[in-house]
């Protein structure tokens, strides 16, 4: 049974790119006791938690529009740096804060938390996890979020694998609580449109090459040219000169400039879920948009065209039922997806997904009623356990070793002024150029 809680509590949320804020905001709204016996996500700002979002200054920092097209409201939104979010934790008084960011920096957040509530008693239940999909890095990323007081797993399949990465190394597994992505939800599928769409879920990194991206955007609209009856769409993430949580190289928008797509093929962008309204086949390589997809029962199939590889993401489909090539999708073949394995996915094709976050409410719960408050954050990083390590992933946060700020570390008492924000600008989009220009052409030349 959901837990109570006779006040709206006070959650905060840093994250460090549009994808990360999703996930933080939605999963905050999720694990918030509630204020009632009503367990359903809120309807409106009244309903729910009272919610501050800070977004940690950097490379993915969303833009305004990327905001809007997450569709996410919180009570206050500002962007900060390291320090100055540390500060923020230090002078305010919240419930929960949700640490929505890369292994790195929840590391780093941790640490400096740790430090500025190292006197204090009363203090936050301290929560992190994954966006999507864990294909990779499973060990060094998990490790970087451990100290957490929730490390919360999308799925039963992840929840057993993070238990025993901590296990495996000695460190407390305790932390590890299975829920669900915060984000699934909609109207099941109820059968085909019209017209027939036939939905591409895009991914800014996977794959990496110029030659395989080519080559989908190929058979994407050949698919097109051979169904015109058919509205067959290519789904973005971003526009070019944006960044999501991962970084993109050879945007999509640029490599169709080459091509003379028919005039049912498009490119669109938008929230997620408002795309599957209408799609009747999902495809993707290994997009987090597939379970969204199978949660919602609509056809989905994840590509083997490239292989079946660690690098491509789509290992992690393996039994799931749902992968094909696009001749077999030519030739007309719909994979039906594997129950048992879509249940250990977390998707809850089948019901149960209002149930998926009750138990870390109640441990959420649970920690802000421990008698004589909370413990001291420990992760297992430390300047002994991780001497060559640690102190790195503090210092790109201006943090030493101990987690205080470092000298001269940048944390503004107020909003940058013209010139510092014409000078930020200036400096995105010099990094952003030599991202999408200058890195791929160095790349080629050294493999000539």
């Excluded at 994808?19 to 309903?47: C, F, H, N, V, Y």
């Excluded at 390590?389 to 101990?402: F, M, S």
């Excluded at 014409?422 to 052409?441: N, S, T």
Aim: net charge neutral; charged share 25%; glycine share 10%.
């Amino acid at each position: 049974m959901p837990v109570s809680t006779p006040k709206r509590p006070r959650i905060a949320v840093l994250a460090d790119s549009d994808t990360r804020w999703k996930w933080g905001a939605l999963t905050a709204d999720r694990i918030a006791p509630r204020p009632s016996m009503e367990a359903a996500p809120r309807e409106g700002a009244q309903a729910g938690p009272l919610l501050d979002g800070f977004l940690l200054r950097g490379r993915a920092t969303p833009t305004p529009r990327q905001l809007a097209e997450v569709g996410v409201r919180a009570d206050s939104l500002r962007e900060v740096t390291a320090v100055e979010f540390l500060r923020a934790m230090a002078e305010g008084s919240y419930d929960v804060l949700v640490l929505s960011l890369v292994g790195g920096g929840v590391q780093a957040m941790l640490h400096g938390l740790a430090r500025v509530w190292e006197d204090r008693t009363e203090r936050p239940v301290v929560v992190t996890g994954y966006v999507g999909v864990v294909y990779e890095k499973l060990a060094d990323g998990l490790l970087l979020r451990h100290g957490a007081d929730l490390v919360l797993a999308n799925s039963r399949q992840d929840a057993d694998r993070f238990r025993a990465v901590y296990e495996g190394v000695g460190a407390d597994a305790a932390a590890v609580t299975e829920v669900a992505l915060p984000f699934l939800g909609g109207a099941p599928y109820a059968g085909e449109h019209d017209p027939y769409t036939v939905v591409f879920a895009a991914q800014p990194s996977v794959p990496d090459s110029r030659k395989d991206r080519t080559y989908l955007l190929h058979r994407l609209v050949q698919h097109a040219r051979r169904h015109p009856e058919r509205e067959v769409l290519l789904k973005l993430r971003s526009k070019p000169g944006e960044h999501t949580t991962h970084i993109e190289e050879l945007p999509y928008q640029k490599l169709v400039q080459r091509l003379d797509p028919p005039a049912n093929f498009r490119l669109v962008y938008g929230n997620m879920g408002e795309v599957l309204d209408r799609t009747d086949l999902l495809v993707t390589v290994s997009s987090t948009a597939a379970l969204e997809s199978l949660h919602r029962r609509v056809p989905t199939v994840v590509l083997t065209d490239l292989g079946i590889r660690e690098s491509l993401g789509n290992h992690h489909f393996v039994g799931s039922g749902c992968l094909a090539s696009w001749d077999q999708l030519d030739a007309g073949h719909r994979p039906v997806p594997d129950e048992e394995w879509v249940a250990r996915q977390g998707v809850a094709a089948d019901g149960g997904y209002d149930s998926a976050f009750d138990t870390a409410r109640e441990r959420i719960a649970k920690l802000l009623d421990r008698p004589g408050g909370m413990p001291p954050l420990t992760p297992y990083y430390t300047p002994v356990t991780a001497p060559g390590y640690l102190p790195g992933i503090l210092a790109r946060h201006h943090l030493g070793p101990d987690g205080t700020p470092l000298p001269g570390a940048p944390a503004a008492d107020k909003e940058p002024g013209p010139v510092r924000q014409i000078v930020r600008r200036a400096a995105r989009g010099a990094y952003r150029h030599g991202v999408q220009r200058v890195a791929p052409v160095i790349r080629r030349m050294g493999e000539l």
